[in-house]
């Protein structure tokens, strides 16, 4: 049976998924990548330019940076009246900025698209090309076993294995805390054009640690 009718008929919903503080998960996209520093990657400049080669002009929308310090994931994504109207569906549509990042920082970005209604979708670029991609509608999903024998747990595992579950495996997250990047509790939108957006990206990802060196005794 496709998933759809699990939907109708069982407790567990993938179209709106619950968080905790009776949040709701609305559609949203991104692009996803671990870093350990944005110094001298010039992020700034760098989505400017990407954003007029893609033909947006004018006024700049706002930057949403969001971090899972513990991992050092980043998501960016615009944000405000100026951020593309396309919505969530403008992250999978559009290349150049992960392409131009994922060379800049020489690691994988993921763009990424979560319609709780329909669908998600992810593709990785890198060094500057596209380099995988996965895409899972919901409508199409036939489930492993009879529904009246699906439980919980299996569905979760199930979900696990789609597009973004295995993201959230990659880096080393669950799937509920990768969706639920966008209200993380480090983050902050900020001006691309602001002349001190290097330093505020930077205060947003964790300190570096410093190895503490040990000596035997002579």
């Known amino acids: 049976m496709p998933v759809q009718g699990l939907l109708e008929t069982a407790s567990t919903v993938i179209r709106r998924a619950p968080f905790a503080g009776g ?17 001298r990657l010039e992020l700034g400049r760098l989505v400017r330019e990407a954003l007029a080669s893609e033909g947006l002009s004018g006024r700049l929308p706002g930057l949403h940076v969001s971090v899972i310090r513990r991992r050092k994931v980043v998501r ?6 100026q951020a593309p109207s396309a919505g ?9 900025l992960p392409q131009r990042l994922s060379r800049a920082a020489n690691a994988t970005v993921h763009a990424y698209l979560y319609e709780p209604s ?17 895409r899972v509608v919901y409508d199409e999903v036939d489930l492993p076993v009879p529904m009246e024998e699906m439980d919980d747990a299996a569905f979760a595992h199930m979900r696990s294995r789609w597009p973004l579950g295995h993201l959230a495996y990659v ?13 993380a509790s480090a983050s902050a939108v900020l001006a691309l054009d602001a002349s001190d957006v290097e330093a505020q990206l930077e205060a947003l990802l964790p300190s570096p640690q410093v190895p503490v060196l040990t000596f035997d005794a002579a």
């Open 23 to 39: 949040h709701t998960l609305e559609a949203h996209g991104g692009y996803l990548i671990r870093i350990e520093s944005f110094r």
């Open 171 to 183: 880096f080393g997250l669950k799937r509920e805390e990768l969706l639920g990047l966008p209200r």
């Open 118 to 134: 329909s669908k998600e979708e992810v593709i990785a670029y890198g060094n500057g090309r596209r380099v995988g991609g996965d």
């Open 76 to 81: 960016l994504a615009f944000a405000g009246p």
């Open 88 to 96: 969530a569906s403008w992250y999978v549509a559009h290349e150049v």
